[in-house]
């Protein structure tokens, strides 16, 4: 998008899988969605595609991680943002909504089930960079990511977005002379 505000408003609809329903992560489970976003958006010549993947680069399910390579052709920019460490950490939840986080469990063994972990897995991450043909930024801090946003800003401007309206009552301005009338 071109739309500063489109871009925040995506960002802050990013939530949690609830926790109850959480079987393991499938690192390259978008591959399909953002296929057919970036063959629509290349449809439009003026667009530029940049993409952002943010993730541990883990694949905890039975399903392989798939192929990025076909969709290089479409991208112009972008980077790989990966999260996380070699030792892992545990996953909060809020498992009812509640403000009142826990710590996720692994029930893939015996009970008691211990608190699961997230670990980054660089090896994935580097090579789905590699096949986007974007950047890999491991993001342990704030700064490695400010290069590649002063690139992107330099590549395309971005709007402010459409301003916000808000209805006003004025109704009352024409009761009086239509008041008049009748």
């Known amino acids: 998008?071109?739309?500063?505000?489109?871009?925040?408003?995506?960002?802050?609809?990013?939530?949690?899988?609830d926790a109850f329903y959480a079987r393991g992560s499938t690192v390259t489970i978008f591959r399909d969605?953002?296929?057919?976003?970036?063959?629509s958006s290349v449809k439009k010549n003026e667009r530029k595609r940049v993409?952002?993947?943010?993730?541990?680069g883990e694949n905890t399910t039975d399903k392989k991680v798939e192929s990025l390579a076909e969709l290089k052709q479409y991208v112009d920019d972008g980077a790989v943002l990966g999260y996380g460490t070699a030792s892992?950490?545990?996953?909060?939840?809020?498992?009812?909504?509640?403000?009142?986080y826990t710590y996720l469990e692994d029930m893939t063994g015996g009970y008691p089930w211990p608190d699961a972990v997230s670990k980054i897995d660089e090896n994935n991450l580097k090579k789905?960079?590699?096949?986007?043909?974007?950047?890999y930024i491991h993001m342990d801090k704030q700064s490695n990511i400010n290069n590649k946003v002063n690139e992107i800003k330099n590549m395309a401007t971005m709007d402010e977005g459409e301003p916000e309206y808000?209805?006003?009552d004025i109704y009352?301005?024409?009761?009086?002379?239509?008041?008049?009338l009748m």
Do not use: R
């Not at 993409?51 to 541990?56: C, E, H």
């Open 166 to 168: 808000f209805y006003s």
């Open 172 to 180: 009352y301005f024409f009761c009086w002379p239509l008041l008049g």
């Open 88 to 100: 892992g950490g545990k996953m909060k939840v809020d498992e009812f909504n509640t403000g009142e």
């Open 33 to 39: 969605d953002l296929k057919k976003i970036l063959e």
């Open 51 to 56: 993409v952002l993947i943010l993730t541990d």
């Open 128 to 135: 789905m960079a590699s096949e986007l043909g974007v950047e």
């Open 1 to 17: 998008t071109s739309d500063a505000k489109a871009a925040v408003i995506a960002a802050k609809t990013i939530h949690q899988t």
